[in-house]
């Protein structure tokens, strides 16, 4: 199994992340927002969606 490289595009760090998951939000029966994923570079504080580069099946 290959091994996953990620690297912040803001300040080049490679390994000062954090995660955070979103599960889908309804309000009223009504989607509000889609799940999101983040990462979080510790190094510069630039927060990552993963949703626009990784889409869910």
Same mark, same amino acid.
């Given at each position: 199994?290959?091994?996953l490289h990620l690297i912040c595009g803001n300040?080049?760090?490679n390994d000062m992340w954090?995660?955070?998951h979103n599960p889908e939000f309804? $309000? $009223?029966d009504e989607l509000i927002d889609d799940? =999101?994923?983040f990462l979080f570079?510790?190094?510069c504080a630039t927060i990552h969606s993963l949703n626009d580069n990784a889409?869910? =099946?």
């Open positions: 199994m290959a091994k300040c080049g760090c954090e995660w955070k309804f $309000d $009223d799940e =999101n994923v570079c510790r190094n889409k869910k =099946n």
